[in-house]
């Protein structure tokens, strides 16, 4: 059974950071690139950050760039999310799903965009609250 298990969420001052852990199993990690998405209260969902299974091609939404790192360890099945700068409208539930698309030729011609049908692993996200 795939399971996805996001954390690291928490209070965090405007300025502040988090760094955010999810640790899979039940599948072959380095075969698989993993997301970022969120979602804030009320809003939809929105992708915010992916990694190839080597690490290869990194993206980050326009929103994060700057802000986010995100890194893998295949070693231990765990993809992280460095979250520094953290304002306010990064509040939301994060979420790591997989599979998702994040090889650079496709991005530069398409979004980010979240695995989709019974092949796509959402998990349990973290929530982030950010105050101002």
């Known amino acids: 059974e795939v399971q996805l298990q996001a954390s690291g969420g928490g209070l965090v001052q405007a300025g502040g950071s988090l760094r955010l852990s999810c640790a899979a199993s039940?599948?072959?990690?380095?075969?698989?690139?993993i997301g970022w998405f969120r979602q804030a209260p009320g809003k939809g969902r929105e992708a915010v950050s992916c990694?190839?299974?080597?690490?290869?091609?990194?993206y980050y939404s326009d929103s994060v760039k700057g802000r986010f790192t995100i890194s893998r360890d295949n070693a231990k099945n765990t993809v992280y999310l460095q979250m520094n700068s953290l304002t306010p409208e990064d509040t939301a539930v994060y979420y790591c799903?997989?599979?998702?698309?994040?090889?650079?030729?496709?991005?530069?011609?398409?979004?980010?965009?979240?695995?989709?049908?019974?092949?796509?692993?959402w998990g349990q996200g973290t929530l982030v609250t950010v105050s101002s």
């Open positions: 799903p997989t599979p998702v698309e994040c090889r650079s030729t496709v991005l530069a011609a398409y979004p980010l965009a979240p695995p989709a049908g019974p092949r796509g692993h």
């Open positions: 039940g599948f072959t990690f380095d075969d698989y690139a």
């Open positions: 990694v190839t299974s080597n690490e290869e091609t990194t």
